[in-house]
């Protein structure tokens, strides 16, 4: 993929994610859930786009769900329209601030590293262990929601690393459950621990790339305050970096819920249902200045307060030893896919 040039201005707040559990060589953790305050989010791949049309069910769409052909479908060659189809820099773990250009839409790599780095030169943390044949915990956590869908993949650390032997080790998921963890929590003097909050996952093995591919829907639906359509058309755009792009972004960020005065979307107001009351929005945050479409006035921008958790099967034929576990994001409202990568050892 190549880049075009973009100017250098204040940024936006686009999709941003990263791996919860097991913790991986950037330090996502249960107890951070969404937060990103050390850029622990910022590697992925941006502007991506899938190469032909879009093969995704239309059951496992999430944003502008009902329309699926002509002009206003904005989102027909996003990411997720074709899971996996997309191609991505660096090894299939990410790149510092998605590429090797900071664009204006939080597109800034992590402390200590140049835009474009691969995450593999992040030090190599002690491994996770998995037992083969086994039924293992992964989760993730979202700062900013595009909407879109996820998948988790293994590849051999004596592999040549890419993003195409992550792509051909998909780990199948097991059952239909997800679930909700909040990380623990004082209340006034007490430390709380609630229990998960089980919700139904949308899976995804049809239209996937490598064909057959396992993917589960991310399962918290943006707010639907507008027709987003109608920022492509109201602010046109040539590039990506423009004026009219960053018009297109900050209109379909407040479409999303940018704005809205606390943590979750207006009832009845979402891409889809929500999988559990309050399970919604675009990110957590309190908004003192109402209609401000570039953030201003808002605070507390630490992302969801919880990961979603799933389960996936160690297959019981894998050959033993060090593996990158991959977590792959592929967002439909925005022109990204999303990356990090665990140290593992299946024994």
Same mark, same amino acid.
């Given at each position: 993929m190549r880049l075009i040039a973009a100017m250098s201005i204040p940024a936006a707040v686009l999709a941003h994610g990263h791996i919860t559990y097991p913790s991986g060589r950037n330090n996502g953790s249960i107890e951070l859930a969404g937060d990103c305050n050390r850029l622990e989010c910022m590697w992925f791949s941006q502007p991506a786009t899938i190469p032909g049309e879009p093969t995704l069910p239309d059951f496992a769409r999430t944003v502008h769900v009902n329309v699926t052909s002509g002009p206003d479908d904005f989102s027909r060659t996003?990411?997720?329209?074709?899971?996996?189809?997309? $191609?991505?820099?660096?090894?299939?773990?990410?790149?510092?601030?998605? /590429?090797?250009? #900071?664009?204006?839409?939080?597109g800034n790599a992590p402390e200590g590293y140049r835009n474009g780095v691969d995450f593999l030169t992040i030090p190599e943390r002690k491994p996770t262990v998995w037992k083969r044949g086994g039924v293992e915990e992964v989760a993730y956590g979202i700062f900013a929601n595009h909407g879109g869908g996820v998948s988790w993949r293994l590849c051999k650390k004596d592999a040549n690393i890419s993003e195409e032997c992550f792509g051909q080790n998909s780990l199948e998921f097991y059952g239909d459950t997800q679930w909700i963890r909040y990380p623990p929590m004082v209340q006034y003097d007490k430390l709380l621990k609630l $229990?998960?909050?089980?919700?139904?996952?949308?899976?995804?093995?049809? /239209?996937?790339? #490598?064909?057959?591919?396992?993917w589960t829907r991310n399962p918290v639906p943006p707010c639907l305050l507008c027709d987003q359509a109608e920022c492509m058309r109201k602010y046109p755009s040539q590039k990506m970096g423009d004026a009219g792009w960053q018009q297109q972004q900050h209109c379909s960020q407040s479409c999303s819920g940018l704005n809205i005065t606390g943590r979750t979307c207006p009832p009845g107001l979402t891409q889809f249902p929500e999988p559990a009351p309050g399970i919604s929005g675009y990110y957590a945050q309190d908004c003192t200045q109402p209609g401000n479409a570039h953030g201003?006035?808002?605070?507390?921008?630490?992302?969801?307060?919880?990961?979603?958790?799933?389960?996936?099967?160690?297959?019981?034929?894998?050959?033993?030893?060090?593996y990158l576990l991959s977590w792959r994001w592929d967002c439909e409202q925005s022109k990204q896919i999303w990356q990090n990568c665990v140290d593992l050892v299946i024994v």
């Open positions: 996003m990411p997720w329209r074709a899971p996996g189809a997309a $191609p991505v820099y660096g090894s299939g773990c990410g790149v510092a601030g998605g /590429g090797p250009i #900071p664009y204006a839409n939080g $229990p998960d909050f089980p919700i139904e996952a949308v899976r995804v093995s049809e /239209g996937t790339h #490598p064909a057959g591919s396992h201003a006035g808002c605070d507390d921008l630490a992302g969801f307060k919880y990961s979603i958790v799933d389960k996936v099967v160690v297959p019981k034929t894998i050959e033993l030893g060090e």
